[in-house]
């Protein structure tokens, strides 16, 4: 059996002719008709999370994708990282569109989602049974570290999902 969050990521890649030149990761968000035959887990609206739903600083968060490209070769699926809510959810970091997390992150997985696992079986969720709450972004840096002293605060940054909403009005 495989894992559902697994069919929702989706590898990406650019190419001049046959040479490969960059690696991303993305997922699929589904917002009318995608076809029958498909093989994949797609996010809809019911997967983002309702204005009065709590998630609590400190959740158990993952973030799926293909990190510098790496995955399972043969099967060709992503890997998971674990990351934890590092700020206020729904309280926009800075006035921004963003909440942070932390986790270990690196390039190619701006794009991938960041979910937390539904607390209970909601059928408007199908057989993807996570909340996606938003899409990761890029690490952050403190601006204010002496470089030369502190190490790298590192924390990351996540879009909300609900601009997906926004991005898919037809």
């Keep these: 059996m495989i894992e559902p969050i ?3 990521a989706a590898r990406v890649s650019t190419f001049l002719g046959h040479r ?3 690696n991303a990761s993305g997922f699929f968000f589904e917002r009318d008709a995608l076809p ?3 093989v994949f887990h797609a996010f809809t609206p019911a997967h983002l999370c ?3 739903e709590r998630v609590e600083v400190g959740s158990s968060l993952l973030i799926v ?3 510098l490209g790496f995955h ?3 099967h060709h699926m992503p890997v998971v ?3 934890v809510l590092a700020s206020a959810f729904g309280l926009r970091f800075k006035g921004e569109g963003y909440f942070l997390t932390d986790a270990r992150t690196h390039r190619c997985t701006s794009g991938v989602p960041v979910v937390l696992r539904a607390s209970t079986d909601d059928a408007a969720l ?3 049974p996570w909340k996606l709450l938003g899409v990761h972004s890029a690490r952050l840096d403190a601006g204010s570290r002496d470089r030369d002293m502190d190490e790298a605060l590192g924390p990351n940054t996540a879009w909300y999902a609900d601009i997906l909403l926004t991005l898919t009005e037809g």
């Design 81 to 83: 990282r674990r990351c």
């Design 65 to 67: 994708g293909f990190p």
């Design 126 to 128: 199908g057989g993807l």
């Design 36 to 38: 029958e035959t498909a």
């Design 72 to 74: 399972d070769t043969l």
């Design 20 to 22: 490969p030149l960059t």
């Design 50 to 52: 309702a204005p009065e």
């Design 6 to 8: 697994l069919l929702a």
